[in-house]
C-alpha cells in the first residue's frame, strides 16, 4: 500500500473545498427573490390582521370601515400573487408599501374607530424601510409625514377638529423616534452586510477559484499567462487565447432579473468543461466574460474549438423560472506573435467586441 503521506492531489490548484463553497455560495444568494419572500412573510402578516380587524369592525356594526379593511386584504393578497404567477418581484415591495401607506392616510382622514386610526402610523417606518432599503424607505416615511402635515391644514375637507393639537404632536413624535431607530437598524445592517462582501472579496484576492462556477478566477488566469508567455518566448511554440462573453448578457439580466446572469454563467462554465481538453485551462476574466488559455495550440485548432462551443450553447437551452431560454455567444480568439500579455489580451478582447458588433453567434480572430 502507498505511503499517504506520498500521495499527490490530483484537483486543480484553483479548487475550493466543497463545504467552503456551499457556505460562501449561500451568502451570495439572489437577493432579489429573498427579498421577494420577506414581502410575501410581511403580507401574510398584514392580511392576518387586517381580517381580525375586518371582522372586528363587523362585530362592532363598523359596515364600511370593514369593507375598506377587507379590501386593503385582498389587494394585498392580489399584488403578492400576481407577483408571485409573474415572476414579476421588483416593485411587489413597493406596492405593499404603498398599500399600507395608503391604509395609513385612510385611518387618519377617517379616524378609524374611535379616533386611533393613526395608530398604524407607528408600523409604516418599520414596513417602509423593512421592504424598500434605508434610501427609499426612508423616502416612503417622509412622504407619509409630508401628506399628514398637509390633511392636518384642512386640505380636502380634513375635520381638523378631529385630534387634539396635544394628540397629533405625540403622534407625529413617536412616528419621527419610530423612523429614526428603524432607520439606525437598517444603517447597521447594511453595514454588517457589507462588511460580509468585503471580506468575501478579500478571500477572492487570496484563492485562485471563483465562487460561482468553480473554475479558474481572474488573478489564477494572469499569473498562468505571464509564465506561459515566458515560456513560449523560450521555447517558440503555439498558444492561443479565446475571450468568451454570452450574447445581449446584459438585456436579458435587465428582463429576467441578477439570478439569470448567474445562471447563465454556471451554465456556460458546465459547456466550456466539457468541451476543453485537459490541457486546458478556462476561467473566469471578469462577471460576463471568460478567458481560455491553450497551450500548444495552433490557429486552426482555436478556431474549431470556439465553433464547437458556440455551436453547443446554439443547439441548448437554459431553463430558467420553468421556461426555455435560448442562449448564443461571441468568441474573440487571439495567437501569440511575440507581443506583451497585455496585448495578447486586448487582441483577443478586441475579437470578441467585432464578433458581438456583426451579430453575435461566432468566432472572429487574428
Known amino acids: 500500500?502507498?505511503?499517504?503521506?506520498?500521495?499527490?492531489?490530483?484537483?486543480?490548484?484553483?479548487?475550493?473545498?466543497?463545504?467552503?463553497?456551499?457556505?460562501?455560495?449561500?451568502?451570495?444568494?439572489?437577493?432579489?427573490?429573498?427579498?421577494?419572500?420577506?414581502?410575501?412573510?410581511?403580507?401574510?402578516?398584514?392580511?392576518?390582521?387586517?381580517?381580525?380587524?375586518?371582522?372586528?369592525?363587523?362585530?362592532?356594526?363598523?359596515?364600511?370601515?370593514?369593507?375598506?379593511?377587507?379590501?386593503?386584504?385582498?389587494?394585498?393578497?392580489?399584488?403578492?400573487?400576481?407577483?408571485?404567477?409573474?415572476?414579476?418581484?421588483?416593485?411587489?415591495?413597493?406596492?405593499?408599501?404603498?398599500?399600507?401607506g395608503l391604509l395609513c392616510v385612510y385611518l387618519f382622514y377617517t379616524g378609524g374607530t374611535e379616533n386611533t386610526g393613526p395608530l398604524f402610523y407607528f408600523v409604516f417606518p418599520l414596513v417602509a424601510i423593512f421592504l424598500q432599503g434605508m434610501a427609499t424607505g426612508l423616502g416612503s416615511v417622509i412622504a407619509l409625514l409630508v401628506i399628514t402635515l398637509i390633511l392636518h391644514t384642512g386640505a380636502f375637507s380634513f375635520q381638523i377638529d378631529r385630534y387634539s393639537d396635544i394628540i397629533f404632536e405625540r403622534i407625529m413624535a413617536v412616528y419621527c423616534i419610530v423612523s429614526m431607530l428603524a432607520v439606525m437598524f437598517?444603517?447597521?445592517?447594511?453595514?454588517?452586510?457589507?462588511?460580509?462582501?468585503?471580506?468575501?472579496?478579500?478571500?477572492?484576492?487570496?484563492?485562485?477559484?471563483?465562487?460561482?462556477?468553480?473554475?479558474?478566477?481572474?488573478?489564477?488566469?494572469?499569473?498562468?499567462?505571464?509564465?506561459?508567455?515566458?515560456?513560449?518566448?523560450?521555447?517558440?511554440?503555439?498558444?492561443?487565447?479565446?475571450?468568451?462573453?454570452?450574447?445581449?448578457?446584459h438585456v436579458q439580466t435587465a428582463r429576467y432579473g441578477s439570478a439569470y446572469a448567474t445562471m447563465m454563467h454556471v451554465q456556460l462554465a458546465k459547456t466550456l468543461q466539457s468541451h476543453l481538453r485537459e490541457t486546458d485551462i478556462a476561467g473566469c476574466w471578469d462577471d460576463a466574460r471568460f478567458l481560455v488559455l491553450m497551450p500548444q495550440t495552433m490557429t486552426v485548432g482555436a478556431f474549431a474549438l470556439a465553433q464547437r462551443v458556440i455551436s453547443a450553447c446554439r443547439n441548448q437551452s437554459l431553463l430558467y423560472q420553468g421556461a426555455a431560454v435560448k442562449f448564443t455567444i461571441s468568441v474573440g480568439v487571439a495567437c501569440y506573435n511575440a507581443s506583451s500579455a497585455d496585448q495578447f489580451i486586448a487582441q483577443a478582447a478586441a475579437n470578441l467586441s467585432q464578433a458581438r458588433r456583426e451579430g453575435g453567434d461566432r468566432v472572429v480572430m487574428s
Request: a neutral charge; one cysteine or more.
Open 1 to 100: 500500500m502507498a505511503d499517504r503521506d506520498l500521495q499527490i492531489s490530483t484537483e486543480p490548484l484553483w479548487t475550493i473545498p466543497v463545504p467552503i463553497q456551499d457556505r460562501l455560495k449561500a451568502s451570495l444568494k439572489d437577493r432579489e427573490y429573498q427579498h421577494f419572500l420577506l414581502c410575501g412573510l410581511y403580507s401574510a402578516v398584514a392580511i392576518s390582521f387586517l381580517v381580525l380587524f375586518g371582522l372586528a369592525a363587523l362585530v362592532r356594526g363598523e359596515i364600511k370601515f370593514a369593507e375598506v379593511i377587507f379590501g386593503f386584504a385582498v389587494v394585498t393578497l392580489l399584488v403578492y400573487s400576481t407577483a408571485w404567477y409573474s415572476h414579476f418581484y421588483r416593485f411587489t415591495k413597493h406596492l405593499l408599501t404603498l398599500l399600507m
Open 186 to 249: 437598517e444603517y447597521f445592517r447594511v453595514k454588517a452586510e457589507r462588511d460580509l462582501l468585503v471580506s468575501i472579496d478579500d478571500l477572492n484576492q487570496l484563492i485562485y477559484g471563483d465562487l460561482t462556477t468553480s473554475m479558474a478566477n481572474r488573478r489564477l488566469l494572469e499569473k498562468l499567462l505571464v509564465a506561459e508567455l515566458a515560456r513560449i518566448k523560450r521555447y517558440h511554440s503555439d498558444y492561443c487565447i479565446l475571450f468568451i462573453e454570452p450574447d445581449y448578457l
